[in-house]
């Protein structure tokens, strides 16, 4: 588990936190206290910062929110310190004045003195884009507040340099900051009800019609086209006799085929729910045509929306709607809102520039499609028109 800071332990003890007897006066406390400790480097393209999430959530945050509701109703989880690690905190490049010895990256002894935050890493824009995407995580729990560690750090006689969230030689804002202000700005404690975002990422999927020479991959004969992924047609048992009648087959109640390919010298109608017509197996005689290809949810890319309560309270028509997108890979993703995000606006965050962790947000808008490009690890707070729905939930 890459969250090493959770033990079995700790989770015990949080847990038996939930229970009145376990307190002087009788009762569960109103609060529950958490932190994870998260760690990523550019060896596993800081992975381990969004992996780190999934594992914190699914094995502690999940089974202390059975316990607060069964023990401790009225009590409420929070997250007290969210701590990305990133490892690529050292600028090794750094020349130091004439006579003195170069700093050393072991921040905890005194020869790390004069070393410099490297700031040309994608590093602090992953820990950033963690947190966001932590906070949005956290948030579909219902968890009070979630806070972030930490604002200052540095190397010897300071304190782990990783988490820092502004440049200990400079004072600058690193991303770190620029994303817990751009969530405390925008969202503060306004009361807002939660509901799925829905947003895809990547290049757009071929036009119905798209050709390719070549087949999209092994199958086998037989299955359920609106089960399976892939399958098989026999053209001789199924009377198809053209790239048009294997085309007419899979839009008959097939809910999982969205590309063919046909042979019919080997018999064979093949359905995919997924194929690259740009990478096809190049094997004589088949023809494969996209049918009805979907864009799908890039696993990328996390999205969460928010209806914050306007001034005037709930139901006074006037409540915003705001959509949280997180990237998680350190590429350019174009990213697809929706109609209903047609020119709006976004503020984003992302790592571009010679010195990507450094750059503060920037406000654009997505075009007329509802279309968005944001750089690697980006975080967006999207502002969509009001007006009422349901949620998730209230917080």
Known sequence: MRTRHISNGGLLRSLASHHSSNHDDGQPPPYVSNHVALYGGPQDEWLGLFEGVD???SHVATPLEAARRQLAPGSVLVMNEFIPFQQEWCNTSFKPPAGRPPPTCDWAGNSSIGARM????LGWNAAAASFAYGFGMLSEMRFGWVGADQLIGGVWPDNEPAVASLDWSTGEPNAKYWAVRMLARR???????LYAGRVTGGPPPPKPGTLGNGTCGNTNYGGDCSVLDRGAWNTTSEGIASLADCVARCRRGCSKCEFV???????DCSWYKE???DRLMKVAGYQSEAVAPHEEASQDLYALGMRLASPQGAGAGGDE?????VSKVARQMNVSLGNEAAGASAEVLEGVGAEPGMEPPKLRRADAQGRLVLGPFAVALVSLDGGKGGGLGSR
């Not at 390919?261 to 018999?267: A, C, G, I, M, T």
């Open 261 to 267: 390919s046909l042979s019919l010298k080997n018999e």
């Open 321 to 325: 709607r705001v959509l949280l997108v």
């Open 187 to 193: 969202l503060g404690a306004t009361p807002r009800k």
């Open 55 to 57: 594992e914190w959530v």
């Open 275 to 277: 194929c690259d017509l």
């Open 118 to 121: 490297d700031r040309a890493t």
